[in-house]
């Protein structure tokens, strides 16, 4: 699908935001797989523009995207600093040699829903098709209480 290409309401989308093609490509390939509809992040600030326009059901995020690193990503501070009522909804996974596939410690101090070694790379789709419907489990009846109580 093309990078501007609407997106209807029913439509799972997904984000991919990495600056490498073979990596770009990986990613992209596992979640329209999965049956997601994939754009293409060109910069933060594209990122920026995207996420304050739409919502995300999965973004996917190199550390290095950017130009950024581990320890200052400015697309990673954008989606820590995103509405919580939004940030639950977006699955985010963050992708990068300094992190071990599946460490939740990692993934929890950088507030993302998983991360994923660079080298595990070739594994992305049978990663997120564990780790995808887990998060969905996990938040489920949380956001039906929300869902009935008019607060979602």
Known sequence: MPANTPISDD????????????????????????G????IAESPDD???KL??????????????GGGN????????????????ARRKTFVVLAGTNYATFDHMAAFSE???????????????????????????FYKVYNEILRESGRA
Not at 11 to 34: F, K, P, Y
Not at 36 to 39: R, T
Not at 56 to 62: A, I, N, R, S
């Open 11 to 34: 439509t799972r989308t997904a984000l991919v935001c990495d600056g490498s093609v073979e990596r770009q490509g990986a990613a992209q390939g596992a979640l329209e797989d999965l």
């Open 36 to 39: 997601y509809s994939v754009q």
């Open 47 to 49: 990122v920026s523009d």
């Open 52 to 65: 304050k326009y739409g919502q995300y059901d999965v973004v996917y995020l190199h550390d290095n995207f």
């Open 70 to 85: 581990s320890e200052n990503n400015e697309v990673l501070e954008i989606i820590q600093s995103m509405p919580i009522s």
């Open 111 to 137: 507030s993302v829903n998983i991360v994923i070694k660079e080298a595990d790379m070739p594994e992305i789709k049978t990663i997120l098709k564990k780790s995808i419907p887990t998060n969905y489990l």
